[in-house]
């Protein structure tokens, strides 16, 4: 922190190297486009160096870095007319995943089945299937999922970023991965 806020170039051609791609993906989910997603990301940065004096340390330096990203980039996705509040982004369907999967205890019923050759698994192909998954998703599933499954965000982290509670944070992930697991047994079938 001290290091940043003395205009190390180094630590801060650190965090631009360790942050950046995450901070690209996270944005693409706001914008229409690349190119858009990669001006959000300068714009952060810009941001981050003329703010760096006001952060207080209330949450980790991550944390604060991605919430002015999800800000600028909310603002720019509403600009471009992409963006929808996360109120509206209801699917209509209450039941995401057929309640017989589940235990009484809440847990998967059973674990997902052998889906053959470790190779098939690991495949180019399957990774397609999941990104093509989070790409279908609703936009609020698909920034929950990407922000804890894809960047390894933790639950606190993501709520605190995205400005959500934790039982919304919990239901969006939840429906976000019995989706792509959907999508991945019908593939793998």
Known sequence: MEALRAGDEATFERLVREYSPAMLRVAQLYVGSRAAAEEVV???????L???????GRSSLKTWIFRILTNIAKTRGQREGRSVPFSALGSGDDQAVDPDRFAQDGQWAS??????????LL???????VERAIAALPPSQALVITMR??????????????GIS???????????????RQALEDYLG
């Open 42 to 48: 300068q714009d952060t940065w810009i941001g981050v």
């Open 166 to 180: 934790e039982t919304n944070q919990r239901v969006l992930l939840h429906r976000a991965r019995a989706k792509v």
């Open 123 to 129: 495949g180019r192909e399957t990774l397609d299937v």
């Open 50 to 56: 003329n703010g760096i004096g006001r952060f207080e």
């Open 111 to 120: 674990p997902p089945r052998s889906f053959g050759p470790e190779e098939r």
């Open 149 to 162: 499954d894809v960047e390894g965000f933790g639950a606190e982290e993501t709520r605190n970023v995205l």
